[in-house]
């Protein structure tokens, strides 16, 4: 069986840090494409940043470029997505996923196997 399992998300204000991390379980962690994806409330889930099975493919939305950073650690089966200057729109429900996913389709939901329950961050003005 397998598990993503998220946390270090809470409240934060406007230009603060959080470090989240996703640990995982039940699988060859080092096989797959390791992503983080957000949903805010009344909108859709959107991708964020993806890690590949490596770590040496970096993908970030453009949204966040330049605060967030994504990495793994796959001695340790875990993902992580350290943000900073967060802003007030990074507020939402933040999952990680797994799948064995090309880089031309790792912004695509779809593509991923499996999914963590998430963790929220809330980022106050």
């Known amino acids: 069986q397998v598990n993503l399992v998220e946390s270090g998300g809470g409240l934060v204000q406007a230009g603060g840090s959080l470090r989240l991390s996703c640990a995982a379980s039940?699988?060859?962690?080092?096989?797959?494409?390791m992503s983080w994806f957000r949903q805010a409330p009344g909108k859709e889930r959107e991708f964020v940043a993806a890690?590949?099975?490596?770590?040496?493919?970096?993908y970030y939305t453009d949204s966040v470029k330049g605060r967030f950073t994504i990495s793994r650690d796959n001695a340790k089966n875990t993902v992580y997505l350290q943000m900073n200057s967060l802003k007030p729109e990074d507020t939402a429900v933040y999952h990680c996923?797994?799948?064995?996913?090309?880089?031309?389709?790792?912004?695509?939901?779809?593509?991923?196997?499996?999914w963590g329950q998430g963790t929220q961050v809330t980022v106050s003005s």
């Open positions: 039940g699988l060859t962690f080092s096989s797959y494409t």
């Open positions: 890690a590949s099975w490596s770590g040496f493919g970096i």
């Open positions: 996923a797994a799948g064995r996913v090309a880089p031309a389709t790792n912004r695509n939901q779809r593509a991923y196997d499996y």
